[in-house]
């Protein structure tokens, strides 16, 4: 190791944590949506596809597309309504289809959820270039690089370290410290209760689906202008992401963002001393946990 | 909204209507029928005492009142408002609460999570004190998770996160099943202090000491469906009969 230079390392942890900053506000958005639906929502990668492309369409395409002159979305509008456009689908889907098959074996909703993850692919393969285009609205505010005292670092990196890292706590600060959350878990150990208090459970599922939905919306409008906006960069995303979630523990929101971050600088320190192993490392430790501990490093046990 | 607007309606004429009135009620889980046209009603502010053996169909009387069955059928109504088409969180909003025999504290809530999660249903719920001088023990354990607790303690806090959210209607299963004789006791002074204050109570009890000392009213159910309804009055005079059909 000693001739592997210390600023190569920090860099390439500072590359691993932006990452693993996706890892965890996706993997969140999944652990969100198992946990609360016993749902494995397959689609998720599709929706964080679709946030991208909400800011890509908003940037470039809006304007032709309505006719009406001027109409753009730009970097900071994206950011504030792509996921709630993203959710609001999310919560027509659940409406309209998973609700339909959740009393069926959860397989049914992994096969539902990937099926409808093709499709979805499949319609935004069909309309955009599938090797990806480049968003070019990022924020002047946030161009150029700041220097960390080891190294510079792109400051819209850093920023996007920082939405990720606010949402999470936000998720984690809702759900554990609020009534609403309360009511949320609740109404997951059990529904028949939950309701009989008074509390509308369906309409606590569609709020989960929203949430869950929208947080992949949201890391795919602050990833727009670091990877390029493709139909298949949901795709690819989402297996690591599911590794992730099942190291993290199926459904467990500290599991899941810790094991994200955790994962992302892994990745990074491993590109430096093996570079042929950092992609598959994460499926290393997966298979690694899942042999120790099946329910995953924060998971309880059954 | 709506079902408060009926209960004002209704309740102008609430002298001759009782406050529960089941009839000719039916229910489903999946394929097999287990309740047969159950009938019975209770007058507001009196308690009765849903007798009966072993899976003839008590649980499920109180669950089908709530609509948490696979299918029902008949009528239910509840301050006079038919609640058969309504789903299970609408009847609630009526003002009912129900002890489920399970309990059902939940366990990732602490213990007073648990009293915090049922929403308010009327005003005139018991505050948080009242709660914890009635059940000492609870407000000890505040902070601990619901499941730590002893199946005493849980089933006091299962009582008490009913009494917070003002509901007038109790729908208790088996709430002495299985505790200490103390307990016992200090849950049927707790029922006792509710009739005081007028509160409606079906309760489906095995134990026909507690059920003799508390009914207004007794209903015994066999099969499904109400095979003997009488006033408490005159349960000493049908013990032997209903001790046969108890098979105690
Ligand atoms: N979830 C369920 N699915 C299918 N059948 C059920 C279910 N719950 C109860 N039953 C059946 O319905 C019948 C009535 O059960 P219920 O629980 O209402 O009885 P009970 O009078 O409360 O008796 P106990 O509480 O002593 O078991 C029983 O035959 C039982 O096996
Ligand atoms: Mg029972």
């Known amino acids: 190791?000693?001739?592997?230079?210390?600023?190569?390392?920090?860099?390439?942890?500072?590359?691993?944590?932006?990452?693993?900053?996706?890892?965890?506000?996706?993997?969140?958005?999944?652990?969100?949506?198992?946990?609360?639906?016993?749902?494995?929502?397959?689609?998720?990668?599709?929706?964080?596809?679709?946030?991208?492309?909400?800011?890509?369409?908003?940037?470039?395409?809006?304007?032709?597309?309505?006719?009406?002159?001027?109409?753009?979305?730009?970097?900071?509008?994206?950011?504030?309504?792509?996921?709630?456009?993203?959710?609001?689908?999310?919560?027509?889907?659940?409406?309209?289809?998973?609700?339909?098959?959740?009393?069926?074996?959860?397989?049914?909703?992994?096969?539902?959820?990937?099926?409808?993850?093709?499709?979805?692919?499949?319609?935004?393969?069909?309309?955009?270039?599938?090797?990806?285009?480049?968003?070019?609205?990022?924020?002047?505010?946030?161009?150029?690089?700041?220097?960390?005292?080891?190294?510079?670092?792109?400051?819209?990196?850093?920023?996007?370290?920082?939405?990720?890292?606010?949402?999470?706590?936000?998720?984690?600060?809702?759900?554990?410290?609020?009534?609403?959350?309360?009511?949320?878990?609740?109404?997951?150990?059990?529904?028949?209760?939950?309701?009989?208090?008074?509390?509308?459970?369906?309409?606590?599922?569609?709020?989960?689906?929203?949430?869950?939905?929208?947080?992949?919306?949201?890391?795919?409008?602050?990833?727009?202008?670091?990877?390029?906006?493709?139909?298949?960069?949901?795709?690819?995303?989402?297996?690591?992401?599911?590794?992730?979630?099942?190291?993290?523990?199926?459904?467990?929101?500290?599991?899941?963002?810790?094991?994200g971050l955790a994962l992302g600088v892994l990745e990074g320190l491993v590109k430096v001393v093996y570079p042929p192993m950092a992609n598959t490392v994460v499926f290393v430790i997966m298979a690694l946990v899942l042999l120790w501990r099946p329910a995953g490093l924060f998971g309880r046990e059954a | 909204m709506r079902e408060s607007a009926l209960v004002t309606a209704a309740a102008s004429n609430a002298a001759a209507m009782p406050l529960l009135q089941v009839r000719d009620l039916h229910a489903w889980y999946g394929e097999s029928h287990v309740l047969h046209g159950i009938r019975f009603e209770v007058p507001e502010g009196q308690l009765i005492s849903l007798l009966g053996r072993n899976g003839s169909g008590r649980s499920t009387t109180l669950r089908a009142i709530l609509g948490l069955v696979g299918r029902r059928q008949g009528s239910a109504r509840i301050h006079g408002v038919e609640t058969i088409a309504l789903p299970t969180h609408r009847i609630a909003r009526l003002g009912v609460g129900w002890c489920p025999e399970e309990r059902a504290i939940f366990s990732s809530l602490s213990v007073e999570e648990n009293l915090h999660l049922p929403p308010r249903l009327a005003e005139g719920g018991m505050p948080l004190d009242e709660l914890y001088t009635l059940f000492p023990q609870l407000a000890e354990r505040r902070r601990s998770q619901g499941t730590r607790l002893s199946g005493g303690e849980q089933q006091m806090l299962a009582l008490a996160r009913i009494l917070r959210t003002g509901a007038r209607l109790l729908l208790l299963d088996e709430i002495t099943e299985g505790l200490a004789p103390v307990i016992v006791e200090r849950i049927e002074a707790t029922l006792q202090l509710l009739k005081s204050r007028a509160y409606t109570i079906v309760l489906a009890e095995q134990n026909l000491g507690v059920a003799s000392r508390l009914a207004d009213h007794i209903a015994l159910i066999e099969h499904g469906q109400v095979v003997e309804a009488f006033a408490a009055s005159e349960l000493p005079a049908r013990r032997a009969d209903v001790e046969a059909r108890l098979g105690v």
């Open chain 1, 1 to 259: 190791m000693s001739d592997i230079p210390l600023q190569a390392v920090l860099s390439q942890v500072m590359l691993g944590l932006n990452n693993g900053a996706f890892y965890a506000l996706l993997s969140l958005g999944l652990a969100v949506i198992y946990g609360m639906l016993e749902v494995v929502n397959f689609a998720h990668g599709a929706l964080y596809m679709m946030g991208a492309f909400g800011a890509l369409i908003g940037l470039e395409y809006l304007e032709a597309w309505t006719g009406i002159p001027g109409l753009r979305l730009t970097f900071w509008w994206a950011l504030l309504l792509v996921p709630l456009v993203v959710g609001a689908f999310g919560v027509l889907v659940e409406a309209l289809l998973l609700r339909r098959i959740a009393r069926l074996e959860p397989i049914y909703g992994l096969l539902l959820t990937f099926g409808l993850a093709l499709i979805l692919e499949g319609v935004f393969a069909n309309g955009f270039s599938a090797a990806g285009e480049p968003y070019n609205g990022k924020p002047e505010a946030l161009e150029g690089v700041v220097n960390l005292g080891f190294m510079f670092f792109p400051r819209y990196r850093l920023f996007s370290m920082l939405v990720a890292v606010l949402s999470c706590v936000a998720v984690w600060w809702v759900i554990e410290r609020t009534r609403l959350g309360a009511q949320l878990r609740a109404g997951t150990e059990n529904p028949a209760v939950t309701s009989a208090f008074g509390i509308n459970v369906p309409r606590l599922r569609s709020l989960t689906y929203f949430l869950g939905a929208a947080l992949a919306g949201l890391a795919g409008v602050v990833a727009a202008p670091i990877y390029s906006v493709g139909p298949h960069m949901g795709a690819e995303l989402i297996i690591v992401v599911f590794a992730v979630v099942v190291i993290g523990g199926m459904g467990s929101i500290l599991g899941a963002v810790m094991t």
